[in-house]
């Protein structure tokens, strides 16, 4: 399995030193159930900061960027065009600007 996940996602360009390994490919189970069961939208009610989403075009998680949105009080959703949930692995320029301007949004104003 993890030559079959690491060839795909080399396919939509990471690097293959960003591959994980094939001992995280086991455990992948488990915490995606935790993360499921316990990482919902209401863990942002009561955050204060701005809170930036980020998903590529054709995440497969996006279709509940908007639930989390509504959840935080200072939310803003962005979407990295051609990319999927890897983009941090494959579109890093965009990965960076999108990092940059969530910093921007929450350094105090002066």
Same mark, same amino acid.
């Given at each position: 399995?993890?030559?079959?996940?690491? =060839?795909?996602?080399?396919?939509?360009?990471?690097?293959?030193?960003?591959?994980?390994?094939?001992?995280?490919?086991?455990?992948?189970?488990?915490?995606?159930?935790? /993360?499921?069961?316990?990482?919902?939208?209401?863990?942002?009610?009561?955050?204060?900061?701005?809170?930036?989403?980020?998903?590529?075009?054709?995440?497969?998680?996006?279709?509940?960027?908007?639930?989390?949105?509504?959840?935080?009080?200072? =939310?803003? /959703?962005?979407? /990295?065009?051609?990319?999927?949930?890897?983009?941090?692995?494959?579109?890093?320029?965009?990965? !960076?600007? !999108?990092?940059?301007?969530?910093?921007?949004?929450? =350094?105090?104003?002066?």
């Amino acid at each position: 399995m993890a030559r079959l996940a690491n =060839a795909v996602i080399r396919a939509l360009g990471a690097r293959p030193e960003d591959l994980p390994d094939a001992a995280a490919y086991p455990v992948l189970a488990d915490a995606w159930d935790a /993360v499921v069961r316990r990482c919902g939208p209401h863990l942002l009610t009561r955050v204060d900061c701005p809170v930036t989403i980020a998903n590529g075009r054709w995440d497969q998680m996006r279709i509940h960027a908007g639930r989390f949105a509504r959840a935080a009080p200072r =939310a803003r /959703v962005v979407v /990295v065009e051609g990319a999927s949930h890897l983009f941090p692995l494959t579109h890093r320029a965009a990965t !960076v600007e !999108v990092l940059r301007e969530a910093l921007r949004e929450a =350094a105090p104003r002066s």
